[in-house]
Structure formats: C-alpha cells, structure tokens
T-cell receptor
Framework: EDQVTQSPEALRLQEGESSSLNCSYT??????LFWYRQDPGKGPEFLFT???AGEEKEKERLKATLTKKESFLHITAPKPEDSATYLC??????????????FGRGTSLIVHP | DSGVTQTPKHLITATGQRVTLRCSPR?????VYWYQQSLDQGLQFLIQ???????AKGNILERFSAQQFPDLHSELNLSSLELGDSALYFC??????????FGNGTRLTVT
C-alpha cells in the first residue's frame, strides 16, 4: 500500500527565515510526486510534479527536490502570503491506467511578519 | 482559478437525509476524481470516472455513489447521512499525463 508521511505537521517561521518541508513515501513504482498548496476553505492548488530522483523544480520562493524515498519543499525567505498547508502526493504506476494519487496529511505553514 | 467548478459550496442537512454534490471538470479533462477531506483523515480518495465510466474505487461507502454524465460533469450522491459524513468533499479533474486540478469543494455539515 502506498504511504506518504509529511513532516513537520506544523511549522512557524519568521518572515525571511528559510526552511524545508519533508515528504517521505513508499510506493511500488513512482509515476510522479506532486506538491500542492491549500489555503483555508479552498481546494488544493497544484505547484509541482517531480518524476525521477535528482529532479528539481522551482517557482518563486519554492523549490522542490526528489530522492528515491523522499521529497523536500524548500522555502527561501518566506513571506506571510506563503502561509498555507502544503500537501504532497504520490502517483503510482498501476496497470490499467488508473493512476490514483495518495496524499499526505500536509504541513501547516505559518509565516509571521 | 483551477477551472473545476463545484456546487453547492456549503450544505447543511440532517442525519438520514440524501444529498447530491455536483462537479464540472476543466474543459478537455476526461477524468474526474472525488476526494473526502476531514481533519483527522486528510484527503481520502473515493472514486474516479473516466469519460463516463467508473475507473477506480477507493474507500467509498456503500451509501455513497457517483456518476459521470455524457457532458463529463459528475455527481456524488450521499445517502442515509451520518454525523461522521461531515467533511469537505473535493472534485478534481485531469487529462492524460497531467496532475489533478481541484475545485474549491463542498462543505457538508450533517446535524
């Protein structure tokens, strides 16, 4: 069974204080790993897809990296508007093509001004 | 804006009742997914439809059912509602080799 564990559950940062969020996963065969941002009362918003170990993707202050067992979301010099819950999901290779992502419980990030 | 539309945004109903949640996918997306999100469980996959046909099932209760219509919109039907069914229900859509894009959900409160 695919499993995704995110840590920490919650993170408080001061504006400008860089940090990293962790996503550890077990999956029989990885088709893709996704990062999403979710604001309160809203649906998850897609950020990145990573496909293979060593791959990196960047968007503004966010950089996602991938190894064979975990992914990191690095947040550089965060701003209060980066406050949100960040979700990680793994999409397995499955015969028949129903690639259903399994989500972690997320890391709740609060950035104080 | 993800392009996925869910209605209604909020639903308050009593135990034992039946409700229908509606989802319009992004233009061109053939796959629709339904997820349930509660505080203690995170995002749990319920069911997937592809071009009108059921493709995959997750931890969906027998009291719940879904369908996807020829115009690709989807409905999730929840019946004999219990207090524990209170949650956020999300619809997502995707096309081949694309990530899931989510709507803003329907918040269901069962009293």
């Amino acid at each position: 069974e695919d499993q995704v564990t995110q840590s920490p559950e919650a993170l408080r940062l001061q504006e400008g204080e860089s940090s990293s969020l962790n996503c550890s996963y077990t999956v029989s065969g990885l088709r893709g790993l996704f990062w999403y941002r979710q604001d309160p009362g809203k649906g998850p918003e897609f950020l990145f897809t990573l496909y293979s170990a060593g791959e990196e993707k960047e968007k503004e202050r966010l950089k996602a990296t991938l190894t064979k067992k975990e992914s990191f979301l690095h947040i550089t010099a965060p701003k209060p508007e980066d406050s949100a819950t960040y979700l990680c999901a793994v999409q397995p290779f499955v015969s028949g093509g129903s690639y259903i992502p399994t989500f972690g419980r997320g890391t709740s990030l609060i950035v104080h001004p | 804006d993800s392009g996925v539309t869910q209605t209604p945004k909020h639903l308050i109903t009593a135990t034992g009742q039946r409700v229908t949640l509606r989802c319009s996918p992004r233009s061109g997306d053939l796959s629709v997914y339904w997820y349930q999100q509660s505080l203690d469980q995170g995002l749990q996959f319920l069911i997937q439809y592809y071009n009108g046909e059921e493709r995959a099932k997750g931890n969906i209760l027998e009291r719940f059912s879904a369908q996807q219509f020829p115009d690709l919109h989807s409905e999730l039907n929840l019946s004999s509602l219990e207090l524990g069914d209170s949650a956020l229900y999300f619809c997502a859509s995707s096309s081949t080799n694309s990530p899931l894009h989510f709507g803003n959900g329907t918040r269901l409160t069962v009293t």
